[in-house]
């Protein structure tokens, strides 16, 4: 039994209903790497003089798991299709409207503050001893799962049992490294990129672990033309030229599309 389904056993899901969609009635539930870029993003897709969508910001499991229990959120952009897939299987999301949205790359930072980048083995090498490196719970947050995936292909995962300090999300990684409470942190790209307080040590090969692809889809019982209207926007070229600026990866059929 994998990690989805085990989680899943633990969740009464609650009755859902139908409510009246108003902007004020739902909010988009987005992965915490998305915490800076999302609301210029949204900004973009707003009317002038209108009020641009409120989101939410947290691990994707512990978003999904929100929605599951009935939390109002129109939109859902994880940072991995597993926790999508995980909602799709219960019915909870517009089918028809999920779509890849952006994509990142994985890397290993470390604090400006700290001066000299810290040496780093190669691949297959043991890691050092007394080295504190910030990842993502790796059971259960997407930047956790990828990086476990990264660790074990260079062989530095044995051996990492008292230098992983696990977090719930990756906005608490990038915390502790501003801190200088951890050596190193496994983060995504964008991160590092649009902080100024940590620099990137090494950049994990794509081959190394899965395909980071930020899905989006509407929550079927907020489903309205508003919401899709919203969804579309954030696929088309406003938003795009955020996201790209922020260094996301876009498909081209976004780059391309109103």
């Known amino acids: 039994m994998n990690v989805f389904a085990k989680l899943s056993a633990g969740i009464a899901l609650t009755a859902l209903t139908?409510?009246?969609v108003n902007a004020s009635d739902f909010k988009v539930f987005a992965a915490a790497s998305l915490t800076d870029v999302m609301q210029e993003a949204l900004k973009a897709c707003?009317?002038?003089?209108?009020?641009?969508?409120?989101?939410?910001?947290?691990?994707?499991?512990?978003?999904?798991?929100?929605i599951a229990q009935g939390a109002a959120a129109g939109l859902f952009i994880p940072a991995n299709p597993q926790w999508m897939d995980w909602l799709g299987h219960r019915g909870l999301i517009a089918a028809d409207t999920r779509s890849d949205?952006?994509?990142?790359?994985?890397?290993?930072?470390?604090?400006?503050?700290?001066?000299?980048?810290?040496?780093?083995?190669?691949?297959?090498?043991?890691?050092?001893?007394?080295?504190?490196?910030?990842?993502?719970?790796?059971?259960?947050?997407?930047?956790?799962?990828?990086?476990?995936?990264?660790?074990?292909?260079?062989?530095?995962w044995n051996g990492t049992k008292d230098t992983l300090v696990q977090a719930s999300?990756?906005?608490?990684?990038?915390?502790?490294l501003i801190r200088n409470e951890t050596d190193f942190g496994i983060l995504y790209r964008t991160d590092a990129l649009n902080h100024r307080a940590v620099e990137i040590a090494y950049e994990f090969p794509q081959?190394?672990?899965?395909?980071?692809?930020?899905?989006?889809?509407?929550?079927?019982?907020?489903?309205?033309p508003e919401i899709r209207r919203l969804a579309a926007c954030l696929q088309g070229r406003k938003a795009t030229a955020v996201f790209t600026r922020y260094g996301f990866w876009v498909p081209v059929k976004n780059k391309n599309s109103d």
């Open 46 to 66: 707003t009317p002038e003089g209108g009020m641009p969508a409120q989101a939410v910001y947290a691990g994707s499991g512990t978003l999904a798991r929100q």
């Open 207 to 224: 081959d190394t672990h899965n395909p980071i692809r930020y899905p989006i889809a509407v929550i079927a019982d907020f489903d309205s």
């Open 101 to 156: 949205l952006l994509g990142n790359r994985l890397v290993l930072a470390y604090p400006k503050d700290a001066g000299q980048k810290p040496d780093l083995p190669r691949a297959g090498s043991p890691l050092p001893e007394g080295l504190r490196i910030g990842i993502g719970e790796v059971n259960s947050v997407p930047a956790g799962i990828y990086g476990k995936q990264a660790l074990q292909a260079l062989n530095w």
């Open 169 to 176: 999300n990756v906005r608490e990684i990038l915390t502790w």
């Open 18 to 20: 139908s409510f009246p």
